[in-house]
């Protein structure tokens, strides 16, 4: 069976979309799996080869340490070269043009968009890397063998390519939940979750003032689980009069956040208005709903389809703290309706918005990729 080694320069080493849905997936159709990270050990977890290598101290040395992941995907010998990061498309053509073996561009985010938010980057710099990094990731993209992408919308973005453009969505797996101790809605404290990167972009700011605004009766609290992005919002959050009802509880694996979802009560996921995230199909979105969880989200289009037409949840304006509030106290005013969104979510994942769809996508891709690379090295 085809060798096949996944690289990632910036995600963990156990990363939902590359370790636990396909390196897993491969792995578990026979293929010889090896990921290449920058975090944890080396071991072997589940049948998946995790080369661990140093974490960067600084984005200087996380350049320089590009190097050094080429020596070990070329140690490796693969058959398919499968990379998870931009700042790695440099050393997916050179893997291309060293080894002739097949290379594969995985595009999680639309990152013309996300460098227009990225608060790093000096805003007068920030239009000239993106027209520069437009024209690389063109030129590069005309020899990889295929494009994963993420979402719809973010294929859209190589349509020039659309031979060897493929959508892998981010859909939950199917797995074992934790029980839940109560229904919900019906708990002495109402829990609203957030799951993710902590930002302003992502309306952490919006939906801490939205306490405000939820009727004193529930007492509500809001639970944040991921890292802080670097931007000003921790110090928003703890200036805020309502810091004392947040909980943060950092990052999370997945087990734990699993236990997290079970004791919730509402699923939050009301990111502000940019390009980015308009077109997005979160995983939180889906996460939330594969829990029973009813979701308090953004009104943008592709969401509001989503959430009512599955009826799984309330879609308000992201930027109206009093909306958002108001949206949770109704919501809480009504245990029953809750608890009938919450499975209504459920069943739409069971059904429709799993993993096991997107997998039978990959392995498809992965059989005409690798049958290719072995008739070519038989000729």
């Known amino acids: 069976m085809s060798r096949i080694c996944i690289l990632t320069s910036v995600h963990p080493a156990f990363d939902i979309r590359i370790f636990h849905k396909q390196a897993r997936s491969l792995a578990e159709a026979g293929y010889d799996v090896m990921l290449v990270t920058r975090d944890g050990e080396s071991q072997i977890v589940e049948g998946v080869q995790l ?26 010998h693969a ?18 043009f060293l080894t002739n073996k097949v290379v594969i561009y995985d595009v999680h985010e639309d990152y013309l968009k996300l460098f227009i938010i990225k608060h790093w980057l000096p805003q007068p710099v920030r239009k000239i890397v993106t027209a520069t990094f437009w024209v690389f990731e063109r030129f590069a993209c005309l020899f990889f063998d295929a494009i994963i992408a993420a979402t719809d919308d973010i294929a859209g973005n190589y349509h020039d390519y659309k031979r060897k453009v493929v959508t892998i969505k981010n859909y939950p797996l199917l797995v074992e939940l934790p029980p839940r101790p109560r229904p919900v ?58 810091a004392a009802q947040v909980e943060y509880l950092g990052w999370l694996s997945q087990a734990e956040i699993r236990e997290q979802l079970s004791h919730a009560d509402v699923g939050m996921a009301c990111l502000q208005p940019m390009p980015l995230f308009i077109t997005s199909e979160p995983n939180k979105l889906f996460e939330y709903m594969h829990c029973g969880l009813p979701v308090v989200a953004s009104n943008f289009p592709l969401w509001r389809e989503i959430i009512e037409g599955e009826d799984c949840g309330v879609v308000v304006n992201p930027c109206d703290s009093r909306a958002i509030g108001q949206a949770v106290t109704r919501l809480l005013a009504d245990p029953a309706r809750m608890s009938a969104m919450g499975e209504n979510g459920r069943r739409a994942v069971q059904e429709k918005y799993n993993w096991e769809s997107q997998k039978v996508k990959l392995l498809e891709i992965y059989a005409v990729l690798t049958h290719r690379a072995t008739t070519k090295r038989i000729q």
Do not use: N
């Open 185 to 242: 809605g019906t708990g002495p404290q109402a829990v609203l979750l957030y799951i993710g990167a902590l930002s302003i972009a992502a309306g952490i700011p919006q939906m801490v003032e939205a306490l405000a605004y939820v009727d004193d009766h529930f007492d509500g609290r809001l639970r944040l689980a991921g890292r802080f992005a670097g931007d000003d919002c921790q110090r928003q959050i703890e200036a805020s009069d309502h």
């Open 51 to 76: 080369i661990a290598q140093p974490k960067p101290g600084s984005r200087l040395w996380r350049i320089v340490g590009m190097w050094r992941m080429l020596q070990v995907a070329l140690q490796e």
């Open 79 to 96: 058959d398919v070269y499968h990379f998870h990061d931009p700042e790695l498309i440099l050393v997916g053509l050179l893997l291309k």
